[in-house]
Structure formats: structure tokens, C-alpha cells
């Protein structure tokens, strides 16, 4: 099995955030059974001092080259910036893929399962819109915020019927 993890950029703010909640709780990713993996379009020369430098154990795999074809592949690179969406994938030992978490453009990253329950809790609205002949769901989660009268949208992009074969890495 396979935790596969799409992030836009090395060293910004969000992903160095993201990927440390990844490198702290890695126990409850990996296993016998499951591996992870973190997958962005910067140079590998970058992505190993990224690694370096926060310490993660998990392999960062580089996109660079040819530019983004495995991020496209699976659907999450966004052609506006270059780089991929953030999503995650889970990945059997078939090869198909179970379940998918894929936000809407370069999204907002929530840090873990507890976070996302307590912005649950706070949610004003809910948007979900289909898009037409697709298989995925547009999702807007509404929650306020603290520093802005304008509430936070929270986009998540579902994608309803996931048991698919994945690309190939």
C-alpha cells in the first residue's frame, strides 16, 4: 500500500507545515503494509536539502523532469503555477486507488485529523457542486476566521468513485 502525497512547493510555509505533521505522526502512516511518499515538481537537488533539512524520513520524489508528467497523470498539476495541487492518494498493493483528498487549486492544508475536526465544528455553510460528467465533487467548506471579517473557504476537491488503477510512478 501506498500514502502518496502531492505538495506545490519545497520550502514554503504550508508544505514545510504539511509535510512535518507528515515526518511527526510517520508511525501512523507507515508499516509493513504501506509506505509514503511526497511527490512535487521541484528539482531533486532541492527536495534533498528540504529533506535534510527537516529531517523527514519519508522518500520526496522529484516531478521536475520530464516537468510534472506523473503530477498530471493523476490529475492534481495546476498549469496556472506549475506545480502540483495538494493531494493525497491511497494506493493498494493492486495498484488502484482507494481514496483521494485533493484540494482545488494550490488549497489551504489543515494540519491533521484533529485540526480538520475542530474547523469542522465551526463550518457557517457547506458548497458542494458536481461537475457535470465527472466523477468528482466540488466542495467549499465555510469556516470563520480570526483575522478577517470574511470568513475562510476551505476548498476540497472529492473525487466520488476512486477504485481506479493508479499512473504508474
Known sequence: ???????????????????CGVRDRIASFDNDDTVTLAVSCDPKFALRIFAERDGYTFP???????????TQSYGVFNDDRGCANRGTFLIDKQGTVVDVFVTDGLGVFVNGTQELLVALRHV??????????????????????????????????????????????
Open 60 to 70: 520526496l520524489l522529484s516531478d521536475h523532469w520530464p516537468h510534472g508528467v506523473v
Open 124 to 169: 457557517t455553510r457547506i458548497e458542494v457542486e458536481a461537475l457535470g460528467g465527472s466523477d468528482r465533487v466540488h466542495i467549499d467548506i465555510i469556516v470563520p476566521t480570526l483575522y478577517s471579517p470574511e470568513p475562510a473557504r476551505l476548498p476540497v476537491m472529492l473525487t466520488l468513485a476512486p477504485n481506479r488503477v493508479a499512473p504508474e510512478l
Open 1 to 19: 500500500n501506498v500514502v502518496l502525497i502531492f505538495f506545490p512547493w519545497a520550502f514554503s510555509g504550508i508544505c514545510t507545515g504539511e509535510l
